[in-house]
């Protein structure tokens, strides 16, 4: 049974940082896509950032939302089986369940339907 269990979220002031973890069990990951998709109140759920395995020699590349790009890091720990998000500048309208996701076979990146498993979610709030 495929599990994803997200962790690291939390209260902080504008223009700090949180990382969030997605721990992985149940099957590697190691060659798919996984991404974070997060949901604010009332909006639906949107693509955050996605990694994606890109074959032997040039193994993983990353993808991100206008938004976040520039102010967010996506990287996979292979032996941990796990993917982080490491969220720097963060803006009050980040604020929002953050959710972590896994493609079974590639698809496209930025879609929520294009993902096959989901996380729990891990509340994110930035303050002003």
């Known amino acids: 049974q495929v599990q994803l269990v997200e962790s690291g979220g939390g209260l902080v002031q504008a223009g700090g940082s949180l990382r969030l973890s997605c721990a992985a069990s149940?099957?590697?990951?190691?060659?798919?896509?996984m991404g974070w998709f997060r949901q604010a109140p009332g909006k639906e759920r949107e693509f955050v950032a996605a990694?994606?395995?890109?074959?032997?020699?040039?193994?993983?590349?990353?993808t991100y939302a206008d938004s976040v790009k520039g102010r967010f890091t996506i990287s996979r720990d292979n032996a941990k089986n796990t993917v982080y998000l490491q969220m720097n500048s963060l803006k009050p309208e980040d604020t929002a369940v953050y959710f972590c996701?896994?493609?079974?076979?590639?698809?496209?990146?930025?879609?929520?339907?294009?993902?096959?498993?989901w996380g729990q979610g891990t509340q994110v709030t930035v303050s002003s």
């Open positions: 149940g099957r590697t990951f190691t060659k798919y896509t």
């Open positions: 990694i994606i395995w890109s074959g032997i020699w040039s193994g993983d590349s990353t």
């Open positions: 996701a896994a493609q079974s076979r590639p698809r496209t990146i930025a879609t929520v339907d294009s993902y096959d498993y």
